[in-house]
């Protein structure tokens, strides 16, 4: 079974910076396009940043020039950078993936979540 685990996530003051990891393990072939949402309490999840296997990447407006997304396709693991952190950056945030993975509908592309990491910014 292919899982997404996060890490990484805490509680910071304004200004500072988190970086988050999401590691992919499991029966894959391949990953595709990786990205990172959010949800705030009482909101909908929201596109944080995505990126593709040849690294274009997109962001949200409220996150550009402060967070980064990179990966690395040997540890199938994706990050987030997360700098000059504001507390309406506080959400739980989920790792996404496309994943080209062996399962129970045999070998295809199956998109997957994480279990979400906390990211706390105190004023």
């Known amino acids: 079974q292919v899982q997404l685990v996060e890490s990484g996530g805490g509680l910071v003051q304004a200004g500072g910076s988190l970086r988050l990891s999401c590691a992919a393990s499991g029966p894959i072939f391949s990953i595709r396009a990786m990205g990172w949402y959010r949800q705030a309490p009482g909101k909908q999840r929201e596109l944080v940043a995505t990126i593709t296997s040849s690294n274009s990447t997109n962001y949200a407006d409220s996150v550009k020039g402060r967070f980064t997304i990179s990966r690395d396709n040997a540890k199938n693991t994706v990050y987030l950078q997360m700098n000059s952190l504001k507390p309406a950056d506080t959400a739980v945030y989920y790792c996404?993936?496309?994943?080209?993975?062996?399962?129970?509908?045999?070998?295809?592309?199956?998109?997957?979540w994480g279990q979400g990491t906390q990211v706390t910014v105190s004023s």
């Open positions: 996404n993936a496309d994943v080209v993975a062996a399962q129970t509908m045999g070998i295809r592309v199956y998109n997957y």
